[in-house]
């Protein structure tokens, strides 16, 4: 018997195909957040400790997802629920995301103003596309997540807002107010990824009563209405006493204009089960789920059938919620009171007091020192030092838009336990005492 070898496939110049594909590919940035958990990898396979808060992600072994809604994926396949599901979302999970808004939140939106997706990217780029046209103009505050990767996708002008520290990293009222008359998407974010910050209730207030001032005087003239996208996926993670509120408790007109991020991801360690939702006026909502639909950014079926009972059990909500609380602010507060404790004996950093979502604002003063005789020039030679001599792998906030080489990082506590906390402040130590 002869055997028959495929033939070797020649792929030709690779740089040649290059050139030839659409001028959005080669615009598109890689992330910087997956070059950076490459390096933290590749650290753990040489066997090296190695603190990781480099991912905004979960850890089952640390986070496990809630046990009732396990089950219910489990009985959602062994009863067949593996079609497609429709491109809006399951029934059940939309009125189910209505009552949970109402109990959780307290608004109360018509079933028509949701839509389930495949997590929350899909969602956040429906939405660019959906409001914006090439050239419109989107206003963000920096640090940020991914708009300034989504509003190069669809070539909007971006207007980037520095937020400072002493705002909590959140944009204020009088940052966007020269902004708006010319903006067609305003983003927000609390609480904030990469921040860990929440923005306060008045100066949420400040922003959405000028939206809507902005587009009243806009229909005067028959101008296009300035959207709000507002990102609330760490919404359930916020820690006392900070307090999340949802925008429309404060100012009700903003609906025809208002779009809000929600899922499981982040409030039920849920990452990988990919079930997103957005609320908005029913013409967004239906403009949004053509498009998703063509892209089938669909959530799996029988995540949205066990999504949907696990949000029905509003005490199973709760008791996980407790237990999520308890170990991401552990967590934290450890980080937090260690680089607070370092401060205090006069090291060079600074922390920002946790407020909500799985993450931690951390100052590392070290640009223009040395370390060995090296200069450190930029927040990613500060990054990469501190990786290979300390073992803490962080992301500095030039991963989420922020220019300045101002020695801030984030830093995630989904996947580490307290004892890799506690392990790692006698390496950081170690490698402060050898900056000069």
């Not at 001599?389 to 989904?414: H, I, N, T």
Request: hydrophobic share 45%.
């Amino acid at each position: 018997m002869t055997t028959t070898l495929p033939p070797v496939l020649d792929f030709g110049n690779q740089a040649e195909l290059d050139r030839s594909l659409a001028l959005m590919t080669h615009r598109l940035r890689g992330s910087v957040i997956l070059k950076i958990a490459a390096d933290v990898r590749a650290m753990i396979a040489a066997g090296k400790p190695v603190c990781n808060l480099t991912a905004g992600d979960f850890d089952p072994k640390q986070f496990p997802i809630p046990a009732p809604l396990l089950d219910g994926i489990r009985r959602a396949l062994e009863r067949g629920e593996t079609n497609y599901p429709p491109s809006e979302g399951m029934a059940q999970l939309r009125k189910a995301i209505v009552d949970h808004t109402e109990r959780d939140l307290g608004v109360r939106y018509p079933v028509e103003s949701v839509l389930v997706a495949g997590g929350g990217r899909p969602i956040v780029y429906a939405a660019y596309r959906a409001v914006l046209n090439p050239g419109d103009t989107v206003v963000y505050g920096v640090p940020s997540w991914n708009n300034d990767y989504y509003s190069e996708i669809i070539e909007a002008h971006k207007v980037e807002i520095v937020a400072t520290r002493e705002n909590g990293f959140q944009p204020t009222a009088a940052q966007i107010a020269p902004h708006l008359g010319s903006a067609a998407l305003l983003c927000l974010c609390s609480p904030g990824n990469p921040t860990g910050t929440m923005m306060a209730a008045e100066t949420l207030r400040e922003i959405l009563e000028a939206v809507v001032r902005e587009n009243s005087a806009r229909h005067q003239t028959g101008r296009r209405a300035l959207f709000v996208f507002f990102d609330q996926i760490y919404s359930a993670l916020a820690y006392a006493p900070s307090q999340h509120v949802h925008p429309l408790t404060l100012v009700p007109e903003v609906a025809p204009y208002l779009m809000t991020l929600d899922g499981i991801s982040k409030a039920f360690a849920s990452t990988g089960l990919r079930v997103g939702w957005v609320c908005a006026a029913p013409a967004l909502i239906s403009r949004m789920k053509d498009f998703l639909g063509h892209v089938g950014a669909w959530a799996p079926r029988p995540e949205q059938v066990a999504t949907a009972e696990f949000l029905n059990d509003h005490e199973a909500v709760q008791q996980y919620r407790g237990e999520i609380h308890a170990k991401a602010k552990a967590r934290l507060d450890a980080l937090y009171q260690g680089f607070m404790a370092l401060r205090a004996a006069g090291f060079p950093v600074d922390c920002v007091d946790p407020q909500g979502a799985i993450y931690l604002s951390l100052q590392l003063d070290l640009v223009g020192r040395t370390i060995d005789g090296k200069p450190i020039r930029s927040n990613e030679d500060i990054r990469q030092i501190m990786l290979e001599q300390a073992g803490l792998g962080v992301v500095p906030f030039q991963a989420f838009g922020l220019k300045e080489e101002s020695g801030w990082f984030r830093m995630s506590v989904g996947a580490v336990s307290l004892k890799d906390i506690a392990d790692a402040f006698p390496r950081i130590r170690t490698f402060l005492d050898k900056v000069k």
